[in-house]
């Protein structure tokens, strides 16, 4: 049974930090393109960075110099650390998977996946307060 689970969402004051943590079983991602994407209430869900099987990392825009995504394939695992966080990155936070290289473009700043990603975690609240 394929499952994503993430960890490490939480409440937060401005300028604090968060690590967030995904973990796959059931199949194993060493090639596949990793990413997490966040919904703000009443907002379109949106891809925040990618990292693909060379661990070659894009972001969007709004969170260049303060995120950071990277990948543990030895243990099935990506994560997102958070810096100096602001009010705006409340959001769910959901961890992707997609069984194909990364085809992704950053279009004005904003990153755009052009192919569904296979699998998805249960999402992972972290609030900026």
């Known amino acids: 049974q394929v499952q994503l689970v993430e960890s490490g969402g939480g409440l937060v004051q401005p300028g604090g930090s968060l690590r967030l943590s995904c973990k796959a079983s059931?199949?194993?991602?060493?090639?596949?393109?990793l990413a997490w994407f966040r919904q703000a209430p009443g907002k379109e869900r949106e891809a925040v960075a990618v990292?693909?099987?060379?661990?070659?990392?894009m972001y969007t825009d709004s969170v260049k110099g303060r995120f950071t995504i990277s990948r543990d394939n030895a243990k099935n695992a990506h994560y997102l650390l958070i810096n100096s966080l602001k009010i705006e990155d409340t959001a769910k936070y959901y961890c992707?998977?997609?069984?194909?290289?990364?085809?992704?473009?950053?279009?004005?700043?904003?990153?755009?996946?052009?192919?569904?990603?296979?699998?998805w975690g249960q999402g992972t609240q972290v609030t900026v307060s």
């Open positions: 059931g199949f194993g991602h060493v090639n596949f393109c």
């Open positions: 990292i693909d099987a060379n661990g070659d990392a």
């Open positions: 992707a998977v997609d069984n194909w290289a990364c085809l992704v473009t950053n279009d004005g700043g904003i990153l755009r996946t052009h192919r569904s990603f296979d699998y």
